[in-house]
C-alpha cells in the first residue's frame, strides 16, 4: 500500500537547469496537485489535475510545467530553476476534488529541492 | 494576504493537558475545514473535518469546533500525548469538488513528557 510515491526526495540544482519531479499514486485517483511549502506560507497550489491528459493552474504557476499522461503519474517540470523555487514540493492526490466533503487529499513525503 | 490565518506559530503542551490549535478565515464562501497533521520528513496526513452546518465534530480525542459568525475555528486534542507532537494544518474550501482548498502556515505543536 504504497500510496502516493514521490521521487526524488532530495535533489540541488543549479540555478538554470532543468528537472523533473515525478508523482506516483495507486489508488486510482482522478485528481492530482503540486504544492509548494515554504516557511510561514503553509502549502502553495502550484497545478492541479483533474483526470488524465488534464492540467490547470493553481496559486503560484509560474516557473513550472505539469504532464498527466497517465492517470497515476504526474510529472512536474522546471525549465530552468531559480533560487525562488527553493522549497519543498509536495505531491498529492484525491477521488474528488479538493472542495468535496470527505474525500481529503492523500499526500507524498515531500521532495526537498534546493537551487544554488 | 492570507485567507487562512494560523497566528500560533508554535504551541507547548504538558503531556496529559489540553491543546487547543486556533484557525481564523477570512472568505466568506469557505463552506468546508479541514485540519492535517504533519511529521517531519512526512507528507500531511488528513486529521479531522467539518462542514459549515456543523459548528462541533469530534473523532476520539480530536475536536474541531467552528464559530462561523467569527470566522473562526479550532481544534482541541484532549488528552494529548508525546505522538501528537507535530506541525497542524488549518485548511478550507467553497462548496464544490471544483474549489480549491487554501491551507495556513501551520502551527507546530510540542507536547511535553
Known amino acids: 500500500n504504497a500510496g502516493v510515491t514521490q521521487t526524488p526526495k532530495f535533489r540541488v540544482l543549479k540555478t538554470g537547469q532543468s528537472m523533473t519531479l515525478l508523482c506516483a499514486q495507486d489508488m486510482n485517483h482522478e485528481y492530482m496537485y503540486w504544492y509548494r511549502q515554504d516557511p510561514g506560507m503553509g502549502l502553495r497550489l502550484i497545478h492541479y489535475s483533474v483526470g488524465e491528459g488534464t492540467t490547470a493552474k493553481g496559486e503560484v504557476p509560474d516557473g513550472y510545467n505539469v504532464s498527466r499522461l497517465k492517470k497515476q503519474n504526474f510529472l512536474l517540470g522546471l525549465e530552468s530553476a531559480a533560487p525562488s523555487q527553493t522549497s519543498v514540493y509536495f505531491c498529492a492526490s484525491s477521488y474528488e476534488g479538493q472542495g468535496a466533503p470527505n474525500q481529503p487529499q492523500h499526500f507524498g513525503d515531500g521532495t526537498r529541492l534546493s537551487i544554488l | 494576504d492570507q485567507q487562512v490565518k494560523q497566528n500560533s506559530p508554535s504551541l507547548s503542551v504538558q503531556e496529559g493537558r489540553i491543546s487547543i490549535l486556533n484557525c481564523d478565515y477570512t472568505n466568506s464562501m469557505f463552506d468546508y475545514f479541514l485540519w492535517y497533521k504533519k511529521y517531519p520528513a512526512e507528507g500531511p496526513t488528513f486529521l479531522i473535518s467539518i462542514s459549515s452546518i456543523k459548528d462541533k465534530n469530534e473523532d476520539g480525542r480530536f475536536t474541531v469546533f467552528l464559530n462561523k459568525s467569527a470566522k473562526h475555528l479550532s481544534l482541541h486534542i484532549v488528552p494529548s500525548q508525546p505522538g501528537d507532537s507535530a506541525v497542524y494544518f488549518c485548511?478550507?474550501?467553497?462548496?464544490?469538488?471544483?474549489?480549491?482548498?487554501?491551507f495556513g502556515p501551520g502551527t507546530s505543536l510540542s507536547v511535553i513528557p
Open positions: 485548511a478550507a474550501s467553497g462548496k464544490t469538488s471544483y474549489d480549491k482548498v487554501i
